[in-house]
């Protein structure tokens, strides 16, 4: 079986590039549009990791984070943050909240994926 992937990204454009790069390394994506969107789409479902963008309308990926840490369900499941954001304070936020890792935009696909395989095990 697959593992299950959630992007969490307002950005339509970067759904679907992250989208195409993990579905043609053979993982299942399931897209939400921001973190509220993520956060409700995941009640009640398993994945094996989220990738989420930082600045969103609705919920920013921090507050997604710091949601999903405060579940049973989501508690160890890996978070990355893909954001253009590299400000040292920002990371030490999101590390705070319970990131998992960090990838900065734009990314290459194999940096992408070299860091979802190394999360996944």
């Known amino acids: 079986m697959s593992k299950v992937i959630m992007t969490v990204d307002d950005s339509a454009s970067v759904r679907q590039m992250v989208g195409f790069t993990l579905k043609g390394a053979g993982y299942e994506v399931v897209e939400a549009a921001d973190g509220m969107d993520a956060f409700v789409k995941l009640s009640g479902m398993s994945v094996n990791l989220v990738l989420t963008d930082l600045n969103m309308p609705k919920m920013d990926g921090i507050d997604l984070i710091r949601r999903l840490r405060a579940t049973t369900d989501h508690k160890f499941v890996p978070i990355v943050l893909l954001t253009t954001e590299s400000e040292a304070a920002k990371k030490q ?29």
Request: glycine letters at 10%; hydrophobic letters at 50%; a positive charge.
């Open 93 to 121: 936020e999101a590390k705070a909240a319970g990131a998992t890792g960090w990838i900065v935009k734009p990314f290459k696909p194999d940096q992408l994926l070299a860091v979802v395989k190394k999360v996944l095990g």
